[in-house]
């Protein structure tokens, strides 16, 4: 099974960028779907970004749409999140998960978790 271990968060201010990472451990990872969830204080854990396994099919939340950009590199087997104009509101434990199906990926539903970085926005 494929595992993830996520990168990059951090305590920004509002108004900052981060790129959080997710680095894949098995090659097989290239011919998987990817998404990134996340989970804030007291909150249920929600959908962020979801992208196939060639890059495309790019889905987003309404809540960051226009700010977020989620990518991969296949040659690296690792996932990116590109977060601009933090909103203290982002502030979460931020995940990556990936299965061989995009729609279970985009349920919430994948084989593979990582553990979680957490990004943290000040006002």
């Known amino acids: 099974q494929v595992q993830l271990v996520e990168s990059g968060g951090g305590l920004v201010q509002a108004g900052d960028s981060l790129r959080l990472s997710c680095a894949a451990s098995e090659r097989t990872f290239r011919h998987y779907a990817m998404g990134w969830f996340r989970q804030a204080p007291g909150k249920e854990r929600e959908f962020v970004a979801a992208?196939?396994?060639?890059?495309?099919?790019?889905q987003y939340a309404d809540s960051v749409k226009g700010r977020f950009t989620i990518s991969r590199d296949i040659a690296k087997n690792t996932g990116y999140l590109q977060m601009n104009s933090l909103k203290p509101e982002d502030t979460a434990v931020y995940y990556c998960?990936?299965?061989?199906?995009?729609?279970?990926?985009?349920?919430?539903?994948?084989?593979?978790w990582g553990q979680g970085t957490l990004v943290t926005v000040s006002s």
């Open positions: 992208i196939n396994w060639s890059g495309g099919r790019p």
């Open positions: 998960a990936a299965d061989s199906d995009f729609s279970t990926v985009v349920d919430g539903r994948g084989d593979a």
